[in-house]
């Protein structure tokens, strides 16, 4: 038995559930170890059981040795796994409210037959995965180290006339021949005036000499993730992309130097937007400061003006500030940043700004 479930169990026992259904992909694979693919995790003191089917079920029987037993689904999972509650008596099961869509919720409560009933519950195993062991810092660090390496890469890959998909392919090669299994998730290239669209799609749009080109990437590495973002300019830089990239780049070394064991998530928000407000650009900042990046890209905890989370030690999360001028240009410079004992460490410092 891993140390992670056992951990999980004294959680489930605080909250008087006999167990939960896992769903999420990256909670399933922190709980077993195993990344997960379609498929179910029933946790309980009474046996952890893994459902998936016959894709799958040869390949994970190996990695869950000792962590979970593997049920292979013939017919209905939904079916399945309320009889495995039942079978072991489990009255009371958290399942993810978030993540289970509803008809299967119904699928599995209607199963039970209010022989046991199905809890919805909110971020549960998230909490726990706040604090990254150091395994888990080893992963994010190389994928971060990947995705570095990529973007200083392609300074020399973009030029005017290539277009933003090919720049965004060109990553992706890069980072797949480079050690990662995938990019974290689709790679922003946004060229001239896309760029004042924070999560712009990709385009044909060829870029162009004198204007800015906006990157937002991040390598997967083992299921790990790491999250990016660089402004590079062609040819001359125009008065105003200058001022906006110097206010940013400021706002967010103010925000660097507050993040500490104890600070408030909400607090190294506020020095940031404070900043931007101070120089007239805080309505052109619309998204949260950061956010934590782990098994999934955008985790808990969130540095948000509305958060009430507190920064502990092993948390790695991002710090992007940005400026976004509607048919104009949009700068966004982001890092990722692992909170350590006596402050933080900025684990994508190696990438020039």
Known sequence: MNSRIKKFYSILERLNFDGMLVSWPANITYLTGYRSRDSYLLVSRKGNFYFTDSRYSEEAKPELKGVASLLKINGSVFSLIAQTCLDFKLKAVACEGRYLPYAEYKKISDCLKKKAKLISTHSLIEQARQIKDPQEIGKIKKAVEVA?????????????????????????????????????????????????????????????????????????????????????????????????????????????KNIRPGAKAADIDRVARDFLTEKGYARFFGHNLGHGVGLDVHEEPHLSPKSNQVLEPGMVITVEPGIYIAGKLGVRVEDMVLVTEKGYEVLSGSVNK
């Open 148 to 256: 570095a390496s990529a973007l200083k890469f392609i300074r020399g890959f973009i030029k005017p006339g290539i277009k933003e998909i090919e720049v965004e392919a060109e990553l992706e090669r890069f980072i797949r021949y480079h050690g990662a299994d995938n990019s974290s998730f689709d790679i922003i290239v946004a060229s001239g005036q896309n760029c004042a669209y924070p999560h712009h799609i990709t385009s044909e749009r060829k870029i162009r000499n004198n204007e800015p080109v906006l990157i937002d990437m991040g390598a997967d590495y083992q299921g790990y993730k790491s999250d990016l973002t660089r402004v590079f300019f062609l040819g001359k830089i125009n008065l105003l992309a200058q001022e906006i990239y110097a206010i940013v780049k400021e706002a967010q070394a103010r925000a660097l």
